[in-house]
T-cell receptor, first 114, second 110 residues
Framework: GAGVSQSPSNKVTEKGKDVELRCDPISGHTALYWYRQSLGQGLEFLIYFQGNSAPDKSGLPSDRFSAERTGGSVSTLTIQRTQQEDSAVYLC????????????FGSGTRLTVV | SQQGEEDPQALSIQEGENATMNCSYKTSINNLQWYRQNSGRGLVHLILIRSNEREKHSGRLRVTLDTSKKSSSLLITASRAADTASYFCATDNTGNQFYFGTGTSLTVIP
């Protein structure tokens, strides 16, 4: 597609429920990132996918968080047993991973855990 | 932490004035990028400056990089109300992630 697409735009869920957030990167972009941004804060790195390499999961805050990227394209971030502190905007970005290119971000998913 | 730090945290100026934001970082980098964020959603890439560059221009934007001081500045000239947003610097080293600062909130008063 023309840009990075994320769905849903907004998600309200009850504490303890599981949620899935989807990211559809720009076609041909080999690198895909998930970041989290709490209200008024900077971006917190979660996970990075690059081609067929093993993902860098070093930013995932707990084992309740997992992500996969199928066929080197669409990615799903899953949060199990959601907690109120998981409330944030989850941002996905993709890139050609070529030196000198910036990242294209999606519009994010605003997750609210009540 | 390799996280960039923007300064000031908030800036309010009159339309037509110039806005300057600064970013400091801690480790050596391949490049540094500036992003704009409106209404707390997706970030828009503004400009990238490589570690071997000292200054770069793009329209009303001017970015400088001083690797000896590990700092960068973003200058927006002749600001407009539409420039109101949060601005983030992000550093790229040899790792797998960009390190974002906490941002500068810019308000341009018409």
């Amino acid at each position: 597609g023309a840009g990075v697409s994320q769905s849903p735009s907004n998600k309200v869920t009850e504490k303890g429920k599981d949620v899935e957030l989807r990211c559809d990167p720009i076609s041909g972009h080999t690198a895909l990132y998930w970041y989290r941004q709490s209200l008024g804060q900077g971006l917190e790195f979660l996970i990075y996918f690059q081609g067929n390499s093993a993902p860098d999961k070093s930013g995932l805050p707990s084992d309740r968080f997992s992500a996969e990227r199928t066929g080197g394209s669409v990615s799903t971030l899953t949060i199990q047993r959601t907690q109120q502190e998981d409330s944030a905007v989850y941002l996905c970005a993709s890139n050609l991973k070529v030196e000198g290119y910036g990242y294209t971000f999606g519009s994010g998913t605003r997750l609210t855990v009540v | 932490s390799q996280q960039g730090e923007e300064d000031p945290q908030a800036l309010s100026i009159q339309e037509g004035e110039n806005a300057t934001m600064n970013c400091s970082y801690k480790t050596s980098i391949n490049n540094l990028q500036w992003y704009r964020q409106n209404s707390g959603r997706g970030l828009v890439h503004l400009i990238l400056i490589r570690s071997n560059e000292r200054e770069k221009h793009s329209g009303r934007l001017r970015v400088t990089l001083d690797t000896s001081k590990k700092s960068s500045s973003l200058l927006i000239t002749a600001s407009r109300a539409a420039d109101t947003a949060s601005y983030f610097c992000a550093t790229d080293n040899t790792g797998n992630q960009f390190y974002f600062g906490t941002g500068t909130s810019l308000t341009v008063i018409p």
